[in-house]
């Protein structure tokens, strides 16, 4: 599934359908909310700047963690320069805290 932060419907290719279909994929959804916790959880110690598609899955392996049996390896690709999302996320918490004042 593509990801895109802000992304209005999703979109998945006829590839990935099919694979869904026969059973060899499994999507999953992330709000926009836990993809920017998730990249900030890992900008913040690491100083990482993660692309806002691997945020997303990022926030989906805290989830499946919580599934997991003890000691099972999981790997994910975080491939993508988040650097190039750091104004958008900026821009992003700037606007969640003016409307958090202006709430007030």
């Not at 913040?44 to 997991?68: D, M, N, S, V």
């Amino acid at each position: 599934m593509s990801h895109t932060f802000r992304l209005e419907y999703p979109g998945v290719s006829p590839e990935l359908s099919f694979l869904k279909d026969i059973g060899r994929a499994k999507f999953y959804t992330i709000t926009d909310e836990e993809a920017l916790q998730a990249y900030t959880r890992v900008c913040r110690p690491e100083g990482i700047f993660p692309a806002l598609e691997a945020a997303h899955a990022l926030a989906y392996l805290e989830k499946l963690c919580l599934t997991l049996a003890n000691g099972t390896k999981v790997v994910v690709n975080c491939i993508g320069r988040g650097d190039k999302d750091a104004a958008t996320v900026f821009k992003y918490q700037q606007d969640k805290m003016e409307r958090g004042h202006k709430q007030s």
